[in-house]
């Protein structure tokens, strides 16, 4: 399985997942400013990996800059995109790390978040795992599963979350294929999830984002599996623009919806899907495709990055510590405290 991001004496080394699938490039980000870019980018994407790249970041910013900067390094890294809770979740744990090392030598502070770093790594590889374990029990057997953009080991430090659990049904034994959204504008699904599925020999077939409804009314849909970007205390569901809609389409044809997120996806800090801040990215995203015009030159687009599916279209959330049901509030609160 392809490697999303390694730390190494040389910096923090990513795929580009700008230029998959037709070009497997590595970038190595020496510096901290590097590695926002890389997010602002998304040269890295996806909540979980750009949770881990923000720590990694924090580490590179620690060995190589003054330690006056400590607060400037974090801050770039939090102004990078701001619908994924798991990269304030990710600063925020080196912050505490590094509260708690005050007055320790500064060769000692340097060491131990780069360990820290490493284990945030380690550490998300094995909740996607325990995700796939838990998630691969409600994937039916001989069926077709249908994802939206990309949540596999490209959007974590490996193995994925939602295609952590397409990924565990498959070691279970299970006979499944895949549908994957192709996901305009960004093409996740068409670019990341295709390839990566491919590479694993896992049976995939694209489809464009407005075949959706067909396929689900068709019968041959066994379940809806996504990753998510960030989960309000009552279970509504921040991720990739378009989520919303399938969940609405598999609802209409009785297809169970999930997604599949580990516990630092949760914000129970918020109430509902209403808090979430949605990253607003540019329009020319939407009007072109690598450079080239798809659209008459000059004219306005949107582009909303993530939208809010409601918790009443989320079958169950799939986390590291178990499957959360509705009411949210009150299974997701039992999960969070472990
Ligand atoms: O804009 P992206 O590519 O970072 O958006 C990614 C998604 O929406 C993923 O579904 C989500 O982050 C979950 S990744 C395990």
């Known amino acids: 399985m392809v490697e999303t991001l390694e730390w190494t004496d040389a910096g923090v080394v990513m795929i580009d997942q700008t230029r998959l699938p037709r070009e497997t490039v590595f ?75 005050a007055g320790q030598p500064l060769d000692v502070v340097r060491k131990r978040m780069i360990e820290e770093a490493q284990a945030v790594k380690d550490e998300d590889i094995a909740c996607c795992k325990a995700i796939g374990r838990f998630g691969a029990d409600l994937v039916p057997d001989g069926k077709i599963v249908l994802t939206h953009c990309n949540a596999g080991a490209l959007a974590t430090a490996g193995y994925g979350t939602a295609l952590g659990v397409i990924r565990g049904a498959v070691e279970q034994g299970k006979k499944i294929a895949v549908y994957a959204d192709e996901t305009r504008p960004f093409l996740q699904g068409s670019r990341l999830t295709a390839w990566e599925l491919q590479q694993d020999g896992i049976d995939v077939t694209i489809i464009t984002d407005n075949m959706a409804g067909h396929f689900l009314k068709s019968g041959n849909i066994g379940c809806v599996v996504v990753g998510a970007d960030r989960i309000a205390a009552n279970g509504d569901v921040a991720n990739k623009i378009g989520t919303y809609s399938v969940a609405v389409l598999a609802k209409e044809n009785n297809v169970p919806f999930y997604v599949a997120a580990p516990i630092s996806t949760l914000d129970l800090a918020i109430p509902d899907g209403d808090h979430i801040p949605i990253e607003e990215r540019s329009s020319q995203e939407v009007t072109e495709i690598k450079g080239v015009h798809i659209a008459p ?17 989320v079958h169950a959330i799939i986390t590291e510590r178990g499957v959360a049901r509705a009411p949210y509030t009150e299974s997701l609160a039992a999960l969070a405290k472990g």
């Open 297 to 313: 030159e000059g004219l306005a687009a949107r582009h909303p990055g993530f939208d809010v599916t409601p918790n009443r279209y």
């Open 27 to 101: 970038v190595t980000c020496k510096d901290y400013r590097e590695v926002a870019q890389a997010i602002k980018d998304m040269i890295i994407r996806g909540a979980p990996a750009i949770g881990v790249a923000a720590a990694m970041g924090i580490a590179i910013g620690v060995q190589k800059e003054d330690p006056s900067k400590f607060d400037e390094i974090c801050e770039t890294l939090g102004k990078t995109r701001p619908t994924a809770v798991n990269l304030f979740w990710g600063i925020e744990r080196m912050r505490k790390l590094y509260a708690s090392l």
